[in-house]
């Protein structure tokens, strides 16, 4: 008896049934009754069902053209780890310091508020000595880098201004012959005209944190000194950014931290309708980080009915039925995740290889070191500063190769569920999600599992509906075996 457990994921539309084939990587429109019966078998001998002969030739010309394989990764281990000595030592690329743990406001849903068990503000800040050490140490780790991107991170990074002016002089005294960029990541409310000059002169990317109208944004964003809302000073910064430094404003992203309690139509309409932002095209948008979070993030049904109603209006502007000037801002980048995710990315393959790694996990210390105030190392600004688990090294001593390689395959600490995940390709979980402060946590990664899954789920509904609706992605994007 032959029998087969196909690797795959079975979803539909109101209009077609489809398959997600783990193994080729690719989407298949299949025929209702196939798709029943693949729902209902998660595995079958091809001769069950030689009852309904039909049936059993279009399964057979499934597996005939290479679909529905057994095979699964046998071993989680991540295909980079051999590299990974060589990558930390010429392959960096980013470097963010973490200037200082202060911060002129205290926003409800902030990583330091005190409701995460992992940080708190402190008055702790890097001095010039351990940023040269840290700048230098990346400098030294990126001869196959051509670009290099320095940040600045707080708490709030503009209470050690003089310090980022520090830096950059120094990194542009040292780095010679390579592209150089500088990004900030600022609540707003400090942005003076020296800063905004200085700022302006060496090509800042800014990320602004405006989380809408007065209402909303003020619920969350306080002062720490008097309590009041920061809405007002910001507003005037930007609209002064606007005016008298219009190049850096071109440069400006705004980050909106989407808490469900409030009203999305309000925040839509507030970026909709402002006269400052008219010009930008999208806005960034994020969810009330739960990583480490003492008590569980709701989610009120009006406000995701609010979303899906504007993701659904975003479909129709990608084939015609509305003009792009009525999506919101604050869902066009969801149409670049799905372009992303499920088309520029997912590449069609031979087939899964017996050792394979998850999605998720980037090479720690690589894309987006992260040096904290201490010269601390760390994969990147998500993961805790407190936590000795994800700790990658200092600046004085160097990586921890060991760890990193530890970090880099969290995926074997849920090995069993992972090996036969129809997520995993596109999982995007990683150390973050499983940090504990004390070990990596099989619990607390699987806890977030089904959030990504059902992130991805909808990512394939929503693609393989604008594929219906006639949006061209290209020809062979989704594989049609409904007529087959």
């Known amino acids: 008896m032959n029998i087969c457990k196909p690797f795959i994921y079975t979803f539909q539309t109101r209009l077609h049934h489809y398959l997600y084939d783990v193994n080729t990587n690719l989407i298949l429109r299949i025929k209702e009754e196939a798709y029943d019966f693949l729902n209902q078998h998660r595995s079958f001998d091809l001769n069950q069902i030689e009852d309904t002969p039909e049936l059993q030739q279009y399964i057979g010309h499934l597996l005939d053209n290479g679909f529905l394989s057994s095979q699964r990764p046998q071993i989680i281990h991540h295909p980079k780890t051999k590299h990974l000595e060589h990558m930390l030592k010429y392959q960096l690329k980013t470097l963010t310091l973490q200037v200082t743990q202060n911060c002129n406001l205290r926003c409800s849903y902030c990583v330091y508020s005190g ?24 400098i030294d780790r990126s001869v196959d880098s051509e670009r290099l991107d320095f940040g600045f991170y707080g708490g709030e990074p503009l209470i050690n201004f003089l310090l980022i002016q520090q830096c950059v002089e120094y990194i542009k005294e040292k780095v010679v012959h390579r592209d150089i960029g500088f990004h900030l990541t600022t609540n707003g409310t400090l942005l003076n005209d020296d800063i905004l ?13 405006l989380d809408g109208d007065k209402e909303n944004h003020d619920r969350n964003r306080r002062f720490a000194v008097n309590g009041r809302g920061s809405f007002d000073t910001i507003i005037a910064n930007v609209d002064k950014i606007k005016e008298s430094y219009p190049d850096l404003f071109e440069w ?13 139509g309000c925040v839509n309409d507030f970026y909709a309708n402002y006269e400052t932002f008219e010009s930008l095209y999208s806005v960034r948008s994020s969810y009330i980080n739960d990583a480490y979070a003492k008590d569980e993030v709701m989610y009120r049904n009006t406000f995701i009915e609010q979303r899906g109603y504007e993701v659904f209006k975003m479909m129709l502007s990608k084939f015609g039925r509305m003009d792009e000037s009525h999506v919101s801002k604050l869902i066009k980048d969801y149409y670049v995740q799905i372009y992303f995710r499920m088309f520029h990315y997912r590449k069609p393959s031979a087939g899964m290889p017996l050792e394979a790694h998850h ?48 970090i ?58 604008l594929n219906e609706l006639g949006y061209d992605f290209s020809d062979d994007t989704i594989l049609d075996f409904e007529n087959a």
Not at 198 to 205: G, I, K
Not at 382 to 399: A, C, L, T, Y
């Open 115 to 138: 409701n995460y068990d992992n940080r708190g503000h402190s008055s702790l800040r890097m001095d010039f000595e351990t940023a040269k050490k840290c700048i230098d140490f990346v």
């Open 197 to 209: 000059t200085f700022l302006n002169e060496h090509q800042f990317v800014l990320t602004v944190s």
């Open 252 to 264: 400006i992203n705004f980050n909106v931290v989407m808490d469900t309690r409030n009203d999305f």
């Open 359 to 406: 999605g998720g996990p980037c090479v720690p210390g690589v894309q987006r070191l992260f040096a904290d105030v201490n010269g601390n190392l760390y994969p990147c600004e998500r993961v805790s500063e407190q936590s000795e688990v994800v700790q990658i090294g200092n600046v004085d001593s160097g990586f921890d190769v060991d760890k990193i390689s530890q």
């Open 408 to 465: 880099l395959n969290v995926g074997s600490i849920t090995e069993d569920a992972c090996k036969n995940c129809w997520n995993f390709r596109f999982c995007t979980l990683c150390v973050a999600v499983a940090d504990d402060l004390h070990t990596l946590s099989r619990e607390m990664k699987l806890n977030h599992c089904a959030v990504v899954k059902n992130d991805v789920r909808h990512t394939l509904l929503d693609f393989c509906m």
